[in-house]
């Protein structure tokens, strides 16, 4: 099996770390190499904006918390997607481009048309195989979250703008599809499991 580049998207609490340690696990007891990361955060830079970009004391304008977005996308698929790729291993990754399209997109209301241009850039037109969106509907995910960050501090016409979006993005994604987050974790897994060519 040719290495593939996985792509976990959703709300924050929607299982996402949960599906990216069971994924690896399954693949790797199947003997597929993988490695699992994460936006923002994947690199040693990616750690650093995370920190500002989460601070809830900090107000960021649209515009700028996009940048410093893509700056972390830009050094994590250049310093560890794209290598592992090429040395043969399946990356899981949990956030990417649809992110920020729902995020500051969807949620912000920076023109969608400027976010694609924007990550195109950033990801040197790098796409995922697979995408999963973990839908979670917004009242679940904040009673899960409480006021931890600056995005879960948004409250809910943020979170329902971004649910939106992502509904409305993954139907246009190449091998895009919506998993009920609200299912026991194992469940998750094994629909995630099914879509991808494993055999």
């Known amino acids: 099996m040719r290495p593939l580049f996985i792509v976990l ?3 924050d609490a929607s299982g996402k770390s949960t599906q990216l340690e069971r ?3 399954e693949l790797s007891r199947r003997g597929i190499p993988v490695i699992t990361t994460k936006e923002p955060g994947g690199t040693d830079l990616g750690k650093r904006l995370r920190e500002i970009l989460l601070d809830p004391r900090r107000r960021i304008e649209p515009l700028a918390e996009l940048f410093l977005l893509l700056a972390d996308r830009h050094q994590h698929v250049r310093e560890l997607i794209k290598p592992a790729l090429e040395a043969g291993k399946t990356v899981i990754s949990s956030r990417y481009t ?6 500051q997109g969807g ?4 023109p969608l048309e400027l976010v694609r241009r924007l990550n195109d850039l950033a990801t040197e037109g790098l796409k995922p195989d697979y995408t999963f ?3 979670l509907p917004p009242e679940v995910a904040l009673a ?3 006021d931890r960050d600056r995005f879960e501090a948004e409250g809910l016409s943020f ?8 509904l409305e993005l993954i139907r246009k994604e ?5 998993i009920d987050a609200t299912l026991p974790p194992a469940e998750v897994t094994r629909r995630i499991l099914e879509r991808l060519p494993l055999a």
């Open 9 to 11: 998207e959703g709300p």
């Open 23 to 25: 994924l690896s696990a």
């Open 98 to 103: 649809l992110s920020s399209l729902a995020y």
């Open 107 to 110: 949620g912000r209301g920076l």
């Open 133 to 135: 969106l973990l839908d």
């Open 144 to 146: 899960r979250t409480g």
């Open 159 to 166: 979170y329902i703008r971004v649910r939106e979006a992502y």
């Open 174 to 178: 190449p091998n895009g599809f919506v």
